[in-house]
């Protein structure tokens, strides 16, 4: 069992940045493959990053690269979401994700996560 908790939404401008974090709690939590995604109002869920339980392999989705960076830091059980260069497109709700066993692959695939955090509003104006 893996209990996630996002933080570090918030209003930003557009063009600015921000970092959310995702604190994980259980006993083998570090070894989990997460994934971010995001709904927007009226949206579908969408993808928008995973990272492999040890950090060494990362995906973006084709409308965040070059601006959004996955990490994870396995000490501290947290994975981040560097933000930048955020765009009004990117409002919405940010869930964090983890796959449903240890040292599993990370995913693109939202019905592949069976543990989900509550989630933080991000909302970037113009």
């Known amino acids: 069992q893996v209990t996630l908790v996002e933080s570090g939404g918030g209003l930003v401008q557009a063009g600015g940045s921000l970092r959310l974090s995702c604190a994980a709690s259980g006993r083998t939590a570090s070894s989990y493959a997460m994934g971010w995604f995001r709904q927007a109002p009226g949206k579908e869920r969408e993808f928008v990053a995973a990272i492999n339980w040890s950090g060494g392999s990362t995906y973006l989705a084709d409308s965040v690269k070059g601006r959004f960076t996955i990490s994870r830091d396995n000490a501290k059980n947290t994975v981040y979401l560097q933000m930048n260069s955020l765009k009004p497109e990117d409002t919405a709700v940010y869930y964090c994700?983890?796959?449903?066993?240890?040292?599993?692959?990370?995913?693109?695939?939202?019905?592949?996560?069976?543990?989900w955090g509550q989630g933080t509003q991000v909302t970037v104006s113009s």
């Open positions: 994700a983890a796959r449903p066993s240890p040292y599993t692959r990370a995913s693109t695939l939202l019905t592949e996560y069976d543990y």
